[in-house]
């Protein structure tokens, strides 16, 4: 029965082995190194010494599982770093593409040096590019494209990927630690620094209280005010000459003199308070003295219903005389805008009375118990249509073959987009944290020990027959991009540590330095740096490879 267990056929055998693999890998992963730990790269490790030890699995199943765990991975990372994607592009996506793409020149400038001085059949280099930058869709392309312009196979480049993959995963994570080295990081001072940055942005609702004194406004009911200018704030509260206080509703009339509670767009709190008066010192907690009756609280949308609806939709105002100021979602406060658009999981501000307040809790849902409950429909259905998008021929001019984003892109592309924008479509995307970081961590796992299995049988016998010639290749074209480009990044550009680690391991497509990273990261900056330059570092590398072996022939 141990026979069968360890070298069978069956699937208990595949299961057990991969149990095996990662079970151990996992428990070496909390071993430091004076204070450095390899985290779950230590499951390759583990994976290759089964391989070696001949504990293989069937190579389709095998090739299942590793394309699966990476699919889970890479869609999970997209899911939680979507809805910030869009942002983090327009900040300093442009930048952050620039450094990826900068990555991949240097990786396919140092593989042409390499050929040019040591003499090393260019086709079977290619595929040590592809090993050392651990991507294996461009290595795909690469056969494909040969066997297409051919008519037949070139063994060398699953070779050279097999061979220089497990250096690679080395070399990457190798660059981080010694660029944290050269720059002295202290992750927690970084992290603090980072945070405060982050916090400053987040907060992009002002919120203060205004003196009316322009003339025009005398009279008018809050509605005709909010069109009167077009920017983004909210009338919460109103405090007349009398210290009387009321709920700021569409038709509250008001008056010269009178003191208002707004929440504004930071951008637009100028303009704001220039077009009302003046503004006037007084806290949050100076209006809550004032009226006793109106309270505030904050709620959960928790009620699919209302996922992705207009907030102006609800007719809080009208219906219960609450009046809703800001939305925090996902850390970033929002001005609660009737256009704004509610998702599953926000949490809002409403101001009113407390029997109000609570109808409209019961409204919203307010139940964290069912943001709780996981909600697998929209994962698989964003799944098939990320591998339908990565098989679908992209025609480029120029290019004699069509090129695919593959089985790692398409979930990527596809996971970012629903998590944006599958609120619209009413879709419930919402994951809570820890099943996410688990389903992360099933993906990352299942694809290293496939990895480390399917390429450990080769592995010894290639490096005892030459093949290390071809390792110390893949480490170079692996570790002078890292180290380059990184070094430019933090020297001269002054990109924060977690960006640039996110960055260079995008710009490498790869999964493992990202887990590693994320082992001993206190936040999810790298993982939002990683999606934001990876579908176009991996469309590029599916194209580059292609392109290198169409020119080689």
């Known amino acids: ?250 038709q509250s009339i008001l008056h010269k003199d009178d003191r208002v509670f707004i929440v504004s767009d930071m951008s637009d709190t100028e303009a704001v308070v220039a077009f009302l008066g003046v503004p006037v010192k007084m806290d949050y907690e100076d209006w809550e003295e004032k009226n006793k009756e109106l309270v505030s609280r904050r709620m959960m949308v928790t009620n699919p219903n209302f996922n992705g609806k207009p907030l102006g939709n609800l007719h809080l105002r009208s219906r219960f005389s609450v009046n809703v100021t800001r939305i925090n979602r996902a850390g970033v406060e929002l001005v609660a805008t009737p256009s704004l658009e509610i998702q599953i999981g926000d949490r809002v501000t409403a101001v009113g009375t407390e029997m109000a307040l609570q109808d409209v809790s019961r409204m919203l849902g307010n139940s964290m118990k069912k943001l709780r409950e996981p909600n697998i429909i929209p994962m698989f259905v964003g799944i098939l249509l990320g591998v339908f998008v990565g098989t679908i021929p992209l025609h480029i001019s120029g290019i004699p073959l069509p090129v695919k984003l593959g089985l790692a892109g398409g979930p990527m592309m596809v996971a970012i987009l629903i998590s944006r924008f599958g609120p619209h479509l009413h879709m419930v995307t919402y994951t809570t944290i820890s099943a996410s970081l688990m389903l992360r961590e099933i993906g990352i796992s299942l694809f290293l020990a496939a990895v480390g299995i399917s390429s450990g049988g080769e592995f010894i016998s290639t490096v005892l027959n030459g093949g290390y010639f071809w390792i110390l290749q893949g480490f170079l074209i692996t570790i002078i991009p890292v180290l380059l480009i990184g070094f430019i990044s933090r020297k001269w550009l002054k990109l924060d540590y977690f960006s640039m680690m996110g960055m260079l391991a995008g710009g490498m497509c790869n999964p493992m330095a990202l887990a590693f990273i994320n082992s001993s990261s206190p936040n999810e900056q790298a993982s939002v740096s990683y999606s934001t330059v990876y579908p176009l570092t991996m469309f590029l590398r599916v194209i580059f490879a292609q392109i290198l072996i169409i020119l080689a022939i």
């Open 1 to 250: 029965m141990i026979q069968d267990l360890l070298f069978g056929e069956t699937a208990a055998h595949a299961i057990f082995i991969l149990a095996a693999a990662i079970a151990l890998g996992a428990s070496l992963s909390k071993l430091k190194i004076k204070g450095v730990s390899l985290g779950s790269t230590w499951i390759l490790f583990v994976g290759l010494l089964f391989g070696h030890l001949q504990m293989g699995i069937n190579p389709a199943v095998l090739s299942f599982i590793k394309d699966f765990g990476l699919i889970l991975f890479i869609y999970s990372i997209g899911m939680q770093v979507g809805p910030g994607f869009f942002s983090s592009f327009k900040k300093q996506g442009i930048g952050l593409n620039l450094l990826a793409f900068s990555v991949v020149l240097l990786g396919i400038l140092t593989t042409c040096i390499i050929h040019w001085v040591s003499g090393t059949n260019f086709i079977t280099l290619i595929g040590v590019m592809t090993g050392a930058t651990t991507n294996t869709p461009s290595m795909g392309a690469a056969q494909q494209a040969y066997a297409d312009l051919t008519g037949t196979a070139e063994p060398t480049i699953a070779l050279g990927y097999a061979v220089a993959y497990p250096l690679g995963v080395i070399g990457m994570i190798s660059a981080i630690i010694l660029l944290k080295a050269l720059f002295k990081i202290d992750v927690e001072k970084e992290d603090a620094a980072l945070r405060e940055a982050l916090k400053e942005e987040a907060h992009t609702a002002d919120l203060l209280t205004v003196r009316i004194t322009n003339p025009q406004i005398d009279g008018r009911k809050v509605s005709d005010v909010g069109r009167l200018i077009n920017r983004s704030f909210v009338i919460s509260r109103i405090m007349h000459e009398d210290n009387s206080v009321e709920l700021a509703e569409a």
